[in-house]
């Protein structure tokens, strides 16, 4: 008989029963891995299950929890609040009379508020409750640190193509349809590493079939292809990560790529811009000056044609700042000096490099000896001293070997060394 019509969603008719029906994270459920050790004994701990929508956690949480023969209470952060926790709380005192030990999962324990979370957090402590909590959100920011202290947290991964082919013929045979081989590679691929995804697309597929579901069939129900991307949580993050480290790794081709995930999952592209013009300063600073004009002007671009003839602009100076040579002298000398001027106390401006707007500032010896560098030989006023004089002459800037610092380099060594033979003949 045909499942399809039943009215149930296909991902929950085909949630698996045990460890060995689960799709993907065999690095957490395969024979001898971590999670297939706590069935195997029968006992599990708190943990946070942290991964993308469509991978497993809720499913894990239920096979956990009925292998260990626990009780299981199931909310979900959106919805809950104090009160249910406490009513979960209640459940569980009954379960311990009992000589039963409950399970508390929780989806998208993220949004839980620090009250919420404060409400269960006594009861896992004392081993009332052993929390299951799911999110989509890194932990360490989103879960509040007396929480994660008492938690483990596993980390599951997309849904790879081979993968989800047996959750694909499992659930074909379910429906009474056969897939052929490039229908569950396109599936696979579609699905994006979401297995609720993967099942949707096939039982719509299945439903446009006349038995047998080919490609054509997969690319008509899955419409366009939703893309993992979040515009502000991890992927987020990671993705325009990948990006600066591959315009700094001089990879215009990745960078390329990382730039086209972004915008074709949905991210701001005036983001991405203030972040290029950062690269431009961060990493190629004065190896190439004309890396910060490029970026400031891909921005402007933007800002004057929009969406979709402006991202051209921002893509053409992401390869120009991943192809031109690299430093990062800038963002170290910035740094360096930033640290000296937080460390040392707020010292006076030398008189001679003050100015003297009136009279009586000029009587009182503000810009008395100073030498006006234009003057001098090369413009180059040899042995003036621009620090505090309690400071001497700290070194923030060391020009790299590339690029325009090349010359740069050579200039100031050329000066120094002017500079040191002026001293000389004076001593």
Known sequence: MSLVDDGVPLAERLRPQTLEEFAGQRHLVAPGKPLARLVEARQIHSMILWGPPGTGK?????LLARESEMHLIAMSAVLAGVKDVREAVAVAHLNRDQGKATVLFIDEVHRFNKAQQDAFLPHVETGLLTLIGATTENPSFEVNAALLSRARIYV???LS??????LIQRAAAALGVSVTQAAEVAIGELA????????????????????????????????????????????????ISALHKSVRGSDPDAS???????????????????????????????????????????????ERLGSPEGELAIAQAVLYLASVPKSNAVYTAFGEAMEHVRSTPSLAVPMHLRNAPTPMMKSMGYGKDYR?????????????????????????????DRGLEIKIKARLERLKAVAQEKRGDRS
């Not at 193509?161 to 047996?166: G, I, W």
């Open 192 to 239: 994006d590493g979401d297995g609720r995804r993967c099942l949707n697309i096939l039982e719509v597929a299945a439903q446009l079939s006349d038995g047998t579901v080919d490609v054509p069939q997969v690319v008509d129900s899955a419409g366009s292809k939703a893309r993992r991307f979040d515009k502000g949580g991890d992927i987020f993050y990671e993705q």
């Open 58 to 62: 809720t499913t894990l949480a239920r």
């Open 156 to 158: 599951l991964k997309p």
């Open 372 to 400: 006006y560098a234009h003057d001098e030989k090369d413009a180059y006023a040899s042995g003036e001293q621009y620090f505090p004089e309690e400071l001497g002459t700290p070194v923030y800037y060391h020009p790299t």
């Open 161 to 166: 193509v081979d993968d989800m082919k047996p």
């Open 256 to 302: 390329l790529y990382w730039f086209c995930r972004m915008i074709d999952g949905g991210a701001d592209p005036i983001y991405i811009a203030r972040r290029v013009v950062r690269m431009a300063s961060e990493d190629i600073g004065n190896a190439d000056p004309r890396a910060l004009q490029i970026t400031l002007a891909a921005w402007d671009t933007y």
